[in-house]
């Protein structure tokens, strides 16, 4: 763990084969961060995208190195990612990234290195799809360890008392699976941060060592210097760390811990995350300048989408052989997440969504006409739960936003409270499309109070971002890449759980059905 680095220009074509040697699951590989333009049949998403690989199957993804950045792929199938099926996606930019002239340094001047955080779980993804799926939640867990590049201590080797501070004397041979970052003190270095995680978000930081961020999903900011960086599953950044301090012991070496520790959920039966380094919010600077263009939209020309998240419980449930059958005794039996009330599922018609869309545009055309709806149910676009579908919490639909490219869109995501009362962040992730995030705010969303105090001057892009507890996010981006793009809570048990929707933008434009999505 992680799997291996995948590195290219912008621009340059990449062409990737993927065997799936597993006897007995399916799989799919989803390329976080790139974006797919002409290319949607290669965004990885299993029942999305294309059909799922089964067992000894092959597939060729062939697609655009686009665009530059911090990315990472990983598989799109159930919870299979934080089995191990991730690793990191760099893609070097044709000119350099104008943080170096503005820290004062070259290119030559600054090494990189990967910085792979993830998640380990005990169980694997079939036990932990499988307690979620009960009547009764068997949930997940906390992780038994956090990764970097693929090693860490488990939470059971660390005498895990809350919030003592990590001992390495603590469990008998186990530094050899404490992760050692080599850097030459006096050099500076670019670190690239990945969350390839399923759960926790975590906060890194570097003893007697600042972070300054200069890149975000893909996106060039203006550098600001942090003392500890909190990243949540899906994101990415780099910061420059400057190996400037302390001075060589005997052996010429001087060693500073590296320490992760879990944010946004409850600290008690929590890992840490120790590492060695061994010395041997932000302003875009965006050369994406066409997506300005949704922030100096007239507020009439923005179609604005309301959503609010909450959680139920279903009449229904997974059946055996992945489709839905009814609770016993016509109750409720299975914990869902909803938007607007409709908790997402799977199209049940063996074909991926995108075969549907793709075939109803062109013989319907595009838009369609009257009410006819094209590959699922819609959302509404506003809370007004009175209209369906998604009356009744219970709803589950492949729920659809339909949208022509080159409208303005925004949905404003609002984070209620769950089952028992306690509200959860949520790293929102949009495949396909980069977005600005235009507000923020704790508590209801009011479109009235709030919408004049967005930031429509310099806020950030990205393609993934935090949905805090009790609060509402407004992320706002042009439709410019027909496809079929999930937007989706990063976490993979809340994924699993129906926390997310489909996008379609202008599908009679993506062109013809390929081999991946008509033999399912």
């Known amino acids: 763990l992680p799997g291996p680095l995948i590195e290219a220009e912008e621009g340059d074509t990449i062409r990737i084969t993927i065997t799936n040697k597993n006897e007995i699951m399916a799989t799919t590989v989803h390329w976080h961060g790139l974006h797919q333009r002409g290319t949607v049949w290669n965004d990885g998403t299993s029942q999305i995208t294309q059909c799922s690989l089964s067992p000894f199957e092959s597939q060729t993804y062939e697609f655009i190195a686009y665009p530059a950045g911090t990315h990472y792929w990983h598989s799109h199938q159930g919870m299979t990612a934080t089995d191990g099926i991730a690793g990191p996606i760099v893609i070097h930019p044709k000119i350099p990234e104008p943080f170096y002239e503005e820290l004062n340094l070259s290119v030559d001047d600054v090494e990189e290195q990967m910085l792979f955080l993830m998640d380990y779980f005990d169980d694997t993804s079939l036990q932990r799809e499988a307690g979620l799926a009960s009547e009764s939640l068997n949930w997940i867990g906390n992780p038994a360890s956090l990764l970097l590049n693929g090693k860490g201590l488990s939470k059971y080797c660390t005498n895990f008392t809350g919030q003592q501070p990590f001992s390495k004397y603590s469990c ?32 890194l930081a570097i003893n007697q060592h600042n972070m300054t961020i200069v890149e ?12 500890n960086l909190t990243i949540a599953p899906g994101q990415r950044y780099s910061v420059i760390v400057y190996a400037d301090q302390g001075e060589n012991d005997d052996d ?27 010395n041997i919010t932000t302003t875009t600077r965006t050369t994406h300048e066409s997506e300005r263009t949704a922030l100096s939209a007239n507020e009439s020309d923005v179609t604005r989408y309301h959503l609010t998240l909450t959680q139920g419980w279903s009449t229904t449930k997974s059946g055996p052989y992945g489709d839905r059958v009814s609770c016993a005794g016509g109750g409720t039996c299975q914990v869902v997440w909803t938007l607007n009330n ?42 007004d739960d009175t209209t369906p579908p998604g009356y009744y919490i219970q709803q589950q639909a492949t729920s659809v936003i339909r949208l ?90 809340h994924l699993t759980m129906g926390m997310g929707f489909v996008v379609i933008v202008s599908p009679n434009k993506i062109g013809s059905l390929t081999d991946s999505v008509q033999y399912c």
């Open 404 to 493: 022509n490219e080159g409208d303005v869109a925004e949905f404003v995501i609002e984070n209620s409270v769950g089952i028992g009362g306690t509200s959860e962040f949520h790293p929102w992730h949009f495949h396909g499309h980069s977005f600005w995030v235009v507000g923020r705010g704790i508590g209801p969303y009011n479109e009235t109070q709030d919408v004049p105090n967005y930031n429509l001057v310099n806020p950030v892009l990205r393609d993934t971002t935090v949905g805090l507890k009790n609060s509402w996010v407004a992320i706002r981006f042009i439709a410019n890449n027909p496809g079929v793009w999930y937007l989706h809570c990063h976490i993979e048990s």
């Open 216 to 227: 975000v999903d893909g996106t060039n900011v203006v550098p600001y210097t942090v003392q």
């Open 342 to 383: 409709i908790s997402f599922v799977y199209p049940d018609s063996g074909n991926p969504l995108i075969y549907t869309a793709v075939e109803e545009s062109q013989r319907l055309g595009w838009p369609l006409p009257g009410p006819l709806s094209v590959a699922g149910d819609s959302v509404p676009s506003d809370d």
């Open 252 to 278: 010429g070496e001087e060693n500073f811990w590296m320490q992760s520790l879990v944010a946004g959920r409850p600290l008690s039966n929590m890992p840490e995350g120790n590492w060695v380094l061994n």
């Open 172 to 203: 008998s041979d186990t530094l050899q699976w404490t992760p050692s970052i080599l850097v030459e003190q006096g050099k500076t270095y670019r670190f690239r941060v990945v969350n390839g995680g399923g759960l926790v978000m975590q906060n």
